[in-house]
Each structure stands twice: as structure tokens, then as C-alpha cells.
């Protein structure tokens, strides 16, 4: 997690600190968080309000990257700055410079060795469904998956029951990374009803692959739609054939937590949605 730039200007402007955010952003507009030459992206958005900040060019590192069209309240994200912009300072000028679809809810010193990827043990994702057809609302879009029809919460709940523990997602996944092949430990995978009744998944991992969510998502759907029979998402797990699955539409899919060895970075939820619970934790930071 090195800007070698900021080490190229004078000596005292060359002081630096690592500083580590926890970002919330609305991935509607974006072709992802992972930037891309020639298009919007919430890394190349974020790199250059620190590059303007800072005057020198800017690079990030994340915890993860996430597709065109899924949203986060808990993206980490880690940079050096001048040791002369303190986290609070460095906070509240990247939110007054950063479109309304990015906010930085929480900025700190990183310890040694952080990085926003390498350091984390755990990440957990939300996925919601409007499956009324009150839920079909152009209010709603791009905020859930508008399903529309009813889905038995049961069934939902009983297609889930494989997912925990270690398994190989090479059949349910869009690319592995070949260095750490297509194997993730699931530790809870859990369906439920939200206050406004529409389906929320949480799920947590020790990592995710390309599409793993919204292939899972996908699957459970559809048997709970009937469209499959009960243990093919056991069977897709242990490697055996099945007709492969599409993807999820990505706007039901929330990035809410990076799990660090000081804990989760932020609680799970999602405004609007899911409220976040209250009591002790990272929610955000006390200006939130």
C-alpha cells in the first residue's frame, strides 16, 4: 500500500501516514469499484479527489472489488497521505469533494502492515429481493431486485443449509483467483424477512469469487421458485452437472462488512432497507 509519488516531493512534504476509510457508495452509475480505463468507477472517483487533496497523483488499495451495479456501506479502503492531514481533516474533505453516490462514513490510522485486502479474515454481504408485487416500484429500482413473485421463505432457508462450511465454487462463480484456486468457507449463509417485507440474505465468508453471491442468490431462487429441485445447490457444490446458473441482478447486492482483527468494520445493514442495529461497534464515525 505504496504512493510513490508522495515520496518524490520535498522533504517535509514527504512525511506520510498510512490512513485506512470505510466507504459507503450506490454502485448504480458505475462499471464496478475496481477502476477501468475510459470508465466511471468508484476507485477512479475516490483517487482523484485524493489526488486533487493532496496534489500528487493518488493510488488505493480495497478490500475487494465489487461489479457494475452493486452497492457497499463497508468498503475498506487504505492510502498513504501527508502526515500534516490528520484522518478527521482527510474525512471531511473527501466528502465535500466526492459525489453524493460516495460517502466516507469512517477514517483512521492504519496499524503497521494494514491492508485493506491481505489483513481481512472475513466479508459479509446482504441481498434483498422484493418478491410482492408491491415491491415493483420504479421507486425500488436499482436498489433491489424486483422479483415480484412470492417466494416461500422456508424453501429459501432449506436451499441454504449446504453453504456453510468449505467448499469448491468453481461452478458457481464467474473466475476463481488462480493463485488461491475456487475453495471459500462459508460461516453462515441466512435468510429472513425485513420490517417492510422483502427477503434479505446475509451471507459470510472468508471470501468471495467473481458473481459467487448472485450465482448462490440465483440458485436458491430458483428452487424456491420450483424452477429446480431441492439439493442442486448441493449438488453444484460437490462438483457434479447441473444447469448452470445466471447471476443475480447485481442492484440487490450490499457489500456491509470487512471483518479486521480489531473486528467488523461496520454493523450489518443497510439504511433504507435493513436498519443498522444499535449499541457497540463501528457503525461510522461519531459525525455519521
Known amino acids: 500500500m505504496t504512493t510513490p509519488s508522495l515520496r518524490g516531493v520535498n522533504e517535509a512534504e514527504s512525511r506520510i501516514r498510512r490512513i485506512r476509510c470505510t466507504v459507503a457508495y450506490d ?75 460516495i460517502r466516507v462514513h469512517r477514517a483512521r490510522l492504519a496499524e503497521e502492515g494494514f491492508h ?17 408485487e ?36 468453481a461452478g458457481l462463480s464467474r473466475a476463481g483467483q488462480p ?3 475456487t475453495h471459500c468457507t462459508i460461516e453462515r449463509a441466512t435468510w429472513l424477512r425485513t420490517p417492510g417485507g422483502d427477503l434479505r440474505l446475509e451471507i459470510v465468508a472468508d471470501r468471495f469469487l467473481h458473481h459467487m453471491v448472485r450465482y448462490l442468490v440465483s440458485v436458491m431462487v430458483e428452487i424456491a421458485a420450483g424452477a429446480r429441485v431441492e439439493d442442486e ?33 461496520r454493523r450489518p445493514g443497510v439504511p433504507g432497507l435493513w436498519p443498522i442495529p444499535a449499541g457497540p461497534g463501528p457503525a461510522g464515525s461519531p459525525a455519521d
Open 179 to 181: 493463485e488461491r484456486g
Open 116 to 132: 485493506p485486502r491481505y489483513s481481512a479474515s472475513g466479508r459479509r454481504y446482504e441481498y434483498f429481493i422484493g418478491d410482492r
Open 134 to 169: 408491491e415491491s415493483l416500484s420504479p421507486l425500488r429500482g436499482g436498489r433491489i431486485w424486483q422479483f415480484g413473485r412470492p417466494l416461500a421463505i422456508a424453501a429459501l432457508r432449506r436451499a441454504a443449509e449446504p453453504l456453510p462450511g468449505l467448499g469448491d465454487f
Open 233 to 265: 445447490l448441493r449438488t453444484l457444490l460437490g462438483g457434479g452437472s447441473g444447469v448452470p446458473p445466471r447471476p443475480a441482478p447485481a442492484e440487490g447486492l450490499y457489500l456491509t462488512g470487512v471483518r479486521y482483527s480489531d473486528g467488523w468494520n
Open 27 to 101: 454502485g448504480s452509475g458505475y462499471a464496478g469499484s475496481q477502476i477501468q480505463p475510459d470508465l466511471p468507477t468508484i476507485q477512479g472517483e475516490i483517487e482523484a479527489v485524493l489526488s486533487r487533496l493532496f496534489d500528487v497523483p493518488m493510488r488505493i488499495a480495497a478490500s475487494g472489488r465489487t461489479d457494475a451495479g452493486v452497492h457497499a456501506t463497508a468498503q475498506e479502503i487504505g492510502f498513504e497521505a501527508p502526515v500534516r492531514w490528520d484522518p478527521g481533516r482527510i474525512r471531511q474533505a473527501m466528502n465535500a469533494l466526492l459525489p453524493d453516490s
